[in-house]
């Protein structure tokens, strides 16, 4: 049955002062005025009164970790706990109310006012004698129980630091908790897509790699039903060359997108392992971990080239960053420039670049999918940043506002559950931005997180993240306390409410209340419902 949305606003380029849309089967058939709506109307149509709420197209979170971010939901939520004490109060309350081993997320020490985190023993007497496997905020490290310890000989492993673990020993932990029946992997994605859908999410792009759940993990997802957010999935695996390349993707029957996303170049400025050109502030014996070099990156660049392949990479530190230019220089130098450039090859993170590797990127026709939520984070003045790179290198980072200035492709999203899949939070934190420079419109953001997710990742109908007609019909509906345009442009008046700026309206986010989805939908069909609106066929 056709569906007729009525007396609200809709978010189109077609017509910025549309106030009602149609949808036929899989389709945006129109969008218009609320006058030609009224005649529009007829029996033959389901009418929903919108009474007031927008229309706008989905969300795509471009980098997500689907399972990690269903055990996130299921586990102790450390993220807003607050000192040392106040964790291991937690675990020892969870040890009196649960069974098996304590499993936690999103603990970050740089914000208690001991700047440590627990050791093997503190946990063990926390939890009196229970395995605890708690992950920090970025995910590239944790801690673990003395019982837990002694179990996987993880003393013995590269990375293991009196409970606190990374590369090595954070691998093999991983790997032990993490040892989930494919049942077990379902419900947790199951979970984590039902939240992302509840947050207007129409696509998430799934970041796999061996490193962090076996290849079953990732077909898993792919194979689920039953009206779920799209999944979009990469597949973090370096290969040597082409025939590598190519035997690699047929393990998933072609349903990856592509070799990249979480293929680490380095790791995380939390935990110490993004490779920096100089030691850290707060661990001057420290540059962080080199998991590949420039001839990993350039053979990876190269086969994924010659093939015709999407290839990424996650990198945050200013030299892993260098070492993916130099790889792309020889990949370049090799294949030819415009062949890099049409292979659409993709950066994830890039937290830290100066002007001349954005030029680079921009050189090369790079693609980076950026997390903003970073910034909100840990970029305030005394925050993680400043405490890992001192005062004069913490800013600026995350430099979407350059980026695309200088035509970089960007999308969003929020590495979840690094950060909340929060779409809305992406684009408050996009426009508020530490470093003023740096700062985009709603609308850049917005953009950003919808069309440009599709495009970055070369995936569906051309128009998906537009609602015009003929447009695939995937849209998010929200209550919102106000409508507005915002400019990017900080010498004149921020916000307007004028309609005769000719530009789409998005939600005011200065109002203290985030915008509530009421609907998601995603190739016409009902993804998420508050009920409020009734359930569309």
């Known amino acids: 049955m056709p569906v007729l949305y009525r007396n609200g606003s809709v978010y189109s380029a077609a017509d910025p002062f549309a106030t009602a849309m149609l949808v036929i089967g899989d389709t945006v058939a129109w969008v218009g005025s609320e006058h030609a709506a009224a005649a529009l109307a007829d029996s033959s149509m389901l009418v929903v009164d919108l009474q007031g709420a927008l229309i706008a197209p989905g969300f795509v979170d471009s980098h997500v970790h689907t399972t990690e971010t269903g055990l996130a939901l299921t586990s102790l939520d450390l993220t807003q706990v607050n000192s040392l004490d106040a964790l291991l109060e937690l675990v020892a309350r969870a040890a009196e109310t649960s069974t098996g081993t304590i499993l936690g997320n999103g603990w970050d020490e740089s914000r208690w006012p001991e700047r440590r985190p627990p050791s093997a023993l503190e946990l063990e007497n926390a939890s009196k004698g229970r395995d605890v496997y708690l992950v920090r905020a970025d995910v590239h490290s944790a801690v673990v129980s003395a019982s837990l310890a002694h179990k ?69 997802l792919l194979s689920l039903d039953g009206g779920f957010p799209e999944v979009l999935a990469y597949w973090g695996q370096a290969a040597g060359s082409e025939d590598e390349l190519r035997a690699i993707l047929d393990e998933f029957d072609g349903r990856v997108l592509g070799l990249g996303g979480d293929l680490n170049v380095d790791g995380s400025i939390g935990s110490h392992t993004a490779r920096m050109r100089v030691p850290y502030a707060d661990a001057p014996r420290s540059c962080g971990t080199a998991f590949l ?103 600026p980072m995350n430099r979407v506002g350059s980026m695309l200035g200088q035509g970089i492709p960007v999308c969003l999203g929020s590495d979840s559950p690094v950060t909340r899949v929060s779409p809305w939070q992406s684009i408050r934190a996009s426009i508020n931005h530490f470093s003023p420079a740096e700062r985009i419109s709603a609308r850049a953001a917005f953009i950003a997180h919808t069309r440009a997710g599709w495009r970055a990742a070369g995936a569906g109908h051309p128009l998906l993240g537009q609602l015009v007609p003929g447009a695939p019909a995937s849209y998010a509906i929200w209550e919102v306390d106000e409508l507005m345009v915002q400019t990017p442009d900080s010498r004149v008046q921020s916000w307007s409410t004028d309609p005769r700026a000719g530009t789409p309206l998005l939600p005011a986010l200065d109002t203290g209340r985030e915008p509530r989805c009421l609907q998601t939908v995603h190739h016409g069909r009902l993804l998420f419902s508050s009920g409020e609106l009734g359930d569309i066929a």
């Open 152 to 220: 996987l000989s993880l003393s013995a492993l590269d990375g293991w630091d009196d409970g606190f673990v990374v590369r090595d020993a954070h691998f093999a932990v991983r790997t032990a908790v993490r040892a989930l029946s494919v049942p077990e992997r379902e419900d947790l994605q199951r979970v984590a897509l039902g939240a992302a859908a509840s947050v207007g999410i129409v696509a998430v792009v799934e970041m796999a790699a061996p490193h962090i759940a076996p290849r079953e993990d990732v077909l898993s």
């Open 293 to 395: 070099q420039a001839d990993d990156v350039a053979a990876h660049l190269g086969a994924a080239t010659s093939a015709g392949v999407q290839a990424g990479f996650h990198v945050i530190g200013d030299e892993g960053l260098d070492t993916v230019l130099a790889g792309l220089e020889k990949t370049a130098a090799a294949h030819g420039l415009e062949k890099v450039r049409g292979a659409r090859h993709r950066l994830e993170h890039v937290e830290m670049a100066d002007d001349g590797a954005i030029s680079s990127l921009a050189h090369f026709g790079i693609t980076v999918s950026a997390q903003p939520g970073f910034d909100a984070l840990w970029g305030a003045s005394g925050g993680l940043y400043e405490q890992r790179l001192g005062s004069a290198r913490y800013r």
